[in-house]
C-alpha cells in the first residue's frame, strides 16, 4: 500500500482499490462511507476535547493561575473526565417547555457544524467532499446553527434563555454579510469556490501576502465576524454569564447541555480552519522566494502539520479575544456590524476587484 | 463521493448527539423534586411563562440582512468570474455597489440601525 504523507491522494486509491478487490461497488461506497464516518466521528470527539482542554489552559495562563492541571500528566484528561461526568448527569426537560423543540435543538447546532466541518480539505487529497461551490456550501450550512439556537431558546420557555436567543440571533445574521462579503474576497482572487482549487492557488504565496493590503483587511474583518459568528470572544452576549446565567441553554442539563457546549467549539475550529484555507493557504508550507534553502526546509514538514499548526495559531488568537476584550454591549455590537465593517467590506470588494482586474496581485 | 458524503455527515450528527442522548438517558440517575422542573429565575418563584408578547428589537435588522444576504448570493457567482470578464464585470460592480450602499444609506438616515 503505497502511503505518502505529503499526498493522501494515493493512500485514499489504494484503499479503495484494495476494497473493489473484494467486494461489488455498492458495497465499497458503504464500507467506505462507514470508515470515514468512524474517522471523522473520532475526530469531531478528540478535537472537541483538545479545544475545550487548550481553553481552560490558555484562560489560566492569561488570568495568571495554573487550570486544569491533576488529571493526567498537566492534566490532559481533565476533559475526557468532565465527559464521562456528564455522560451520567441526568437529562431532564423543564415542566412547561416545548418537549420536542427541546429535544431537536441540540440535534440541529450539531448537524450544522458536523456538516460544515466534513467539507475542509485537511491536506493534498484529504477531504471527505470536495464540491464545485465549498465556500458557498459552508456558509449555507452554517448558517443552519442558529435556528437550532433559536429553538432551544424559545422552547426552553425560560425567560433568559429567551432573551439570550434573540441576542444570538440579531448578532448570528448580522455578522454572516460581513463573513461571506470577507470570504468573497478570497473568490475573486482565486477565481474559484472550490476550497482544494483555493489552497492550490496559494502554492507560490498565501493569498495574505499576495493579495497586498485589501486582503488583510479581508482577514482582519473575517476574524472579527467569525468569532461574532461563534458566539465567543468579547460577543458572546448570547450566553452572557453575568446577565443571563447561560443563555439560550440555560435549562439544558448532561449531555445535551454539552453538545451545545460543543458545537461552539467546533464552531471555533470551523472558523479557523476556513480562515486558514482561504487566507493563509490551507496546508501550503510559507515559502519565501523562488527554490531557496528556506523553501526545501519548509517542505519537508508534512501538509497536515500545517494545517493544523495554522488553524491553532488562529484558535489561539481568537482565543486571547475572550480573555483580553471586555463584553460588548447588544447596541455596539450591531453599530460595530452595520455602520463599520459592513460599508469597509464594501468598499474592499471594489479595491479587491481593482487590484485583480489590473492584475496588480502576484 | 461527494453527494453520498452529505448524507454521511448528516447522519453522523444523528447518531452523535441521540447516541448519547439515548446512552445518558439509560444510564444517568434520576430523581423528581418539584423545584427542578422549574425554569431557572434565580430562585425566586416563577410568574408566568416566557412564551408572551415580546419586541423583537432587530426586526429591522433583519429585513435588512434579507435584503444584503440575497445580494451576496447574487454577487458569489460575479466573483467567481471577475478575473476572465475584467472592465465590464468591475463596472457593473461599482454600479451594484452605489445601489445597495444607497439602500445602506436609506436604512441608516431612517435610523433602522439603531437599537431600540
Not at chain 1, 426537560?93 to 466541518?117: E, G, Q, R
Not at chain 2, 434579507?66 to 465590464?88: A, C, H, R
Request: hydrophobic letters at 55%; one cysteine or more; aromatic letters at 18%.
Amino acid at each position: 500500500m503505497a502511503f505518502s504523507i505529503y499526498d493522501f491522494s494515493s493512500f485514499t486509491q489504494s484503499i479503495h482499490q484494495l476494497l473493489s478487490g473484494v467486494m461489488s461497488p455498492a458495497w465499497v461506497l458503504v464500507s467506505e462511507l462507514v470508515l470515514v464516518g468512524l474517522v471523522f466521528l473520532m475526530f469531531y470527539a478528540l478535537l472537541g476535547l483538545a479545544l475545550v482542554y487548550l481553553e481552560r489552559r490558555v484562560c489560566a495562563f492569561i488570568q495568571n493561575r495554573l487550570g486544569p492541571n491533576r488529571v493526567g500528566p498537566q492534566g490532559i484528561f481533565q476533559t475526557i473526565a468532565d465527559l464521562i461526568k456528564l455522560l451520567f448527569k441526568e437529562i431532564f426537560i423543564i415542566k412547561n417547555a416545548d418537549k420536542f423543540l427541546f429535544n431537536l435543538a441540540p440535534f440541529i447546532v450539531i448537524i450544522a457544524s458536523m456538516m460544515a466541518i466534513g467539507a475542509l480539505p485537511f491536506a493534498k487529497g484529504l477531504h471527505a467532499m470536495d464540491f464545485n461551490i465549498g465556500v458557498f456550501y459552508i456558509l449555507a450550512v452554517t448558517s443552519l446553527g442558529v435556528v437550532g439556537i433559536l429553538l432551544a431558546g424559545w422552547s426552553s420557555n425560560s425567560k433568559y434563555s429567551l432573551l439570550g436567543a434573540m441576542r444570538s440571533g440579531a448578532q448570528i445574521i448580522s455578522y454572516e454579510l460581513s463573513v461571506g462579503l470577507s470570504m468573497l474576497a478570497i473568490i475573486i482572487f482565486s477565481g474559484s469556490m472550490q476550497l482544494s482549487v483555493i489552497v492550490e492557488s496559494q502554492a507560490n504565496g498565501w493569498w495574505i501576502f499576495k493579495g497586498h493590503i485589501p486582503a488583510f483587511i479581508s482577514f482582519v474583518i473575517f476574524l472579527i465576524a467569525a468569532t461574532a459568528e461563534t458566539n465567543r470572544g468579547p460577543f458572546d452576549l448570547a450566553e452572557a454569564e453575568s446577565e443571563l446565567t447561560a443563555g439560550f441553554h440555560t435549562e439544558y442539563s448532561g449531555i445535551r447541555f454539552a453538545f451545545f457546549f460543543l458545537a461552539e467549539y467546533m464552531n471555533m475550529f470551523l472558523a479557523a480552519a476556513l480562515a486558514t484555507t482561504l487566507f493563509l493557504g490551507g496546508w501550503m508550507p510559507l515559502h519565501f522566494g523562488v527554490d531557496t534553502q528556506f523553501n526545501h526546509i519548509m517542505d519537508f514538514v508534512p501538509p497536515v502539520v500545517w494545517f493544523f499548526g495554522k488553524t491553532f495559531f488562529v484558535i489561539y488568537i481568537i482565543m486571547l479575544f475572550k480573555w483580553t476584550f471586555p463584553r460588548l454591549r447588544i447596541d455596539q455590537l450591531l453599530t460595530l456590524e452595520w455602520k463599520y465593517l459592513l460599508p469597509i467590506n464594501l468598499f474592499n470588494i471594489v479595491l479587491i476587484a481593482f487590484l485583480v482586474m489590473m492584475g496588480w496581485h502576484f | 463521493m461527494s453527494s453520498e458524503s452529505l448524507l454521511l455527515f448528516f447522519v453522523l450528527g444523528l447518531v452523535l448527539v441521540g447516541g448519547a442522548v439515548v446512552f445518558s438517558t439509560f444510564a444517568a440517575p434520576k430523581s423528581w423534586n418539584k423545584a427542578k422542573f422549574e425554569p431557572y429565575e434565580c430562585g425566586i418563584p416563577v410568574k408566568d411563562g416566557a412564551w408572551t408578547q415580546f419586541n423583537v428589537g432587530y426586526y429591522l435588522f433583519s429585513i435588512i440582512y434579507l435584503v444584503f444576504d440575497v445580494e451576496i448570493v447574487f454577487i458569489y457567482p460575479w466573483g467567481t468570474v471577475m478575473k476572465d470578464i475584467g472592465m465590464s464585470a468591475f463596472i457593473e460592480i461599482i454600479i451594484f455597489f452605489i445601489i445597495l450602499g444607497l439602500g445602506l444609506a436609506y436604512a441608516w438616515k431612517k435610523k433602522a440601525l439603531k437599537w431600540v
